[in-house]
């Protein structure tokens, strides 16, 4: 079971903590990300070391990591029968302009899988106790 990510505690600790917080925030949800993804050949990198390019590549590495991240959590929702309206282009544009509006809606997408990850998980655990039971 993947747990869902809180935006309110994450801008929270991380003005708290002065970025710190964010650094594990984001590792996380790129774990969760690549296992609610799994499969699909595109596992992201260590969010740390997304977060080193970044500086290295003057924050053209994070336009490009939000696509890819935005890009499969799109693409994976019709594996889980869950609608997401915009793709990597959107946060891409949005992690531009505003980010805070970008990960609004990396967290938002992410979490909407992961219920539907839950549930899935739930149905196959319940079917494997009804096979046990028999």
């Not at 917080?21 to 596992?43: H, I, K």
Request: charged share 20%; with cysteine; net charge negative.
């Amino acid at each position: 079971m993947l747990k869902k990510q809180k935006l309110g505690l994450y801008i929270f600790l991380n003005i708290i903590t002065l970025g710190v917080y964010g650094l594990f925030f984001w590792y996380r949800w790129t774990e969760n990300v690549n296992t609610l993804c799994d499969g699909d050949d595109n596992d992201s990198a260590n969010y740390v070391l997304v977060y080193v390019l970044d500086w290295f590549s003057f924050g053209i590495y994070s336009l490009v990591w939000n696509y890819q991240m935005a890009e499969r959590l799109y693409q994976a929702a019709d594996d889980y029968g869950v609608e997401i309206k915009h793709g990597g282009m959107f946060v891409m544009i949005w992690r531009i302009f505003f980010p805070l509006v970008c990960s609004i809606c990396k967290i938002k997408y992410a979490n909407k899988l992961i219920d539907a990850y839950n549930a899935k998980l739930a149905a196959e655990f319940a079917a494997d106790e009804a096979i046990q039971a028999e």
